[in-house]
Structure formats: C-alpha cells, structure tokens
C-alpha cells in the first residue's frame, strides 16, 4: 500500500536547522510531483514547497523562500526539506504529500497521497 513516513522534525531554537525526510513506497515516486505543506497549532494547511519529478523545478512560499530548500533522490524513494533560519512561526506539524501532475498552491486537496507529518517546534 501507499505509505508517506515523514520523519526529521523535533524541538530547535530559533535561528538553528533541521532536515525533515519523507521515505515513500508503494507508488511509482519518481513519476509524481512532492510537496511539503504545514498546518501551525490552531490554523488551517499551509502550502511550503512543491518540487518536480527530477528535482529540476522547486517552488517555495514566501514565508519560507531564501531559507528552505526542497530535495529529492529517486534512487532512494525520498523527499527532503532543509530548514535554516528557523523561526518561531515555523512550528508546525509538516507533511509530505505526492500527486501525478502540478497542483496549485490553493488546492491542496488534489493531492493523490499525503503522510502523517512530524512535528517541528522552534522555541527558545
């Protein structure tokens, strides 16, 4: 079966780094477009970062742009999201989600597969 397992996330303090993975299996990863999106504690979904099928063609939020670099390796099946300059605004429980084609930032429930998120803490 189709699984997203994120993984990566913890508490860091502001200004510090981590590197959240996604490992997926049961779909053919390297033909489906990845996104990270992010849902902060009492607010809605929230579109990070999208990248293409051959890790050409990456997209970010503003939020995020400048500090945030989407990845992946096909050869492995995983997605990765480098976090630098992190703010407190950056907690969030993020997920990894997949879809066969481009989805707009604003439709995120087109997305084929989502993960169960981990969750990201920047508090001093």
């Known amino acids: 079966q189709v699984q997203l397992v994120e993984s990566g996330g913890g508490l860091v303090q502001p200004g510090g780094s981590l590197r959240l993975s996604c490992a997926a299996s049961?779909?053919?990863?390297?033909?489906?477009?990845m996104y990270w999106v992010r849902q902060a504690p009492g607010k809605g979904l929230e579109w990070v970062s999208a990248?293409?099928?051959?890790?050409?063609?990456?997209y970010y939020a503003d939020s995020v742009k400048g500090r945030f670099t989407i990845s992946r390796d096909n050869a492995k099946n995983t997605l990765y999201l480098q976090m630098n300059s992190l703010k407190p605004e950056d907690t969030a429980l993020y997920y990894c989600?997949?879809?066969?084609?481009?989805?707009?930032?604003?439709?995120?429930?087109?997305?084929?597969?989502w993960g169960q998120g981990t969750q990201v803490t920047v508090s001093s």
């Open positions: 989600a997949s879809a066969r084609q481009p989805i707009a930032p604003d439709r995120l429930g087109e997305y084929d597969f």
């Open positions: 049961g779909f053919t990863y390297s033909t489906f477009w």
């Open positions: 990248i293409g099928t051959d890790g050409g063609d990456t």
